[in-house]
Structure formats: C-alpha cells, structure tokens
C-alpha cells in the first residue's frame, strides 16, 4: 500500500514540475519567433513555410522539440535550437505559444 502511494505520489509531483510556465515560455521563445513568428515566411534550406506556432497544442510542439533535440526529426536549425533546451524549457515554450491564440 506505502509503495503505490509513493509511486502516485511521484508520478503526480512529475506531472506538476513539467507543466508549462506561459511567463518563462515567452522570455526563452525569444529566438523562435525570428522565424515561426514572421507570416508566410518560407525557409532558404531546404525550402519550405515556416509554420506559425500561436495557438498550436502544447502537446505537438513538445513532441516535435523533442523529437529535434533528439534526432528523430530532421532539420539542422532545429536540431541546433532544441538541443540546448531541458524538457522544463521546452514545456514552458509550448505552453507559451499554446496560449497566444487564448489570449
């Protein structure tokens, strides 16, 4: 009993340590929005739309953070700015650009 209300335990206070802070998400989102930030803005290399990430889920943009800090995801700009973000960092991004179109 002591060891499953231990590991709710853990589990809940994980859960409250990586939820976004919308504050710091704008302070450290600075760089992003040189590019995710400029309507209809395409990438010289390899070409394509940059997406805009106001009011995109929080869940897909920490997905796809990772997925470039990582690797799994291919794109050598990206892999640069999400490799030297924590998961704390990340999800306070994604909460910030998750609330522009809230606000």
């Keep these: ?20 802070n919308i504050e710091n998400g704008e302070k ?3 760089t992003c929005t040189g590019c ?3 309507p209809f803005y395409k990438n010289p290399y390899p070409s394509y739309h940059v997406p805009r990430l ?3 889920n929080e869940t ?3 997905n796809a953070l990772k997925a470039y800090r ?10 640069a700015q999400a490799g030297s973000l ?4 990340i999800a306070d991004i994604a ?5 522009i179109g809230k606000k």
């Design 28 to 30: 450290i989102a600075y």
């Design 95 to 99: 909460a910030y650009f998750a609330s």
């Design 86 to 89: 924590s998961d704390q960092d």
């Design 1 to 20: 009993m002591k060891k499953s209300i231990l590991i709710g335990l853990t589990l809940i206070s994980a859960n409250v340590m990586s939820a976004g």
């Design 70 to 79: 990582s690797g799994d995801r291919g794109h050598g700009t990206m892999k």
């Design 36 to 38: 995710h930030g400029i």
């Design 54 to 56: 106001g009011g995109q």
């Design 60 to 62: 897909y943009i920490i």
